[in-house]
């Protein structure tokens, strides 16, 4: 494999820079991915034995910050079903 730089190529490859190249190749950015809020909130659920509050759940999503108006929207959009990719 031979990677063109600047006016070089550069046809030897160490093991870190084969590494990179199949982690590239591997992911696939079009596939859906669990969000910052969604994988929170199951980690709530999973301390919890899958029941909680909507107040304990913004408070796993949102950790020593002050109340919002959108952080009960945000989670509770999270959570709706279809949304995360395990679910």
Known sequence: MNMQLGNR???EWGPRQRALVRA????????PRE????????RCL???QGVASLR??????YPSRERRHWHIRQTT????????AGS
């Open 46 to 48: 999973l301390a919890r």
């Open 35 to 42: 969000g910052r809020i969604a994988h929170q909130s199951r």
């Open 9 to 11: 190529t550069r046809t």
């Open 24 to 31: 590239r190749a591997r992911f696939n950015a079009a596939l």
């Open 77 to 84: 959009r999270a959570n709706a079903p279809g949304r995360a």
């Open 56 to 61: 304990e759940l913004r408070e796993w999503c």
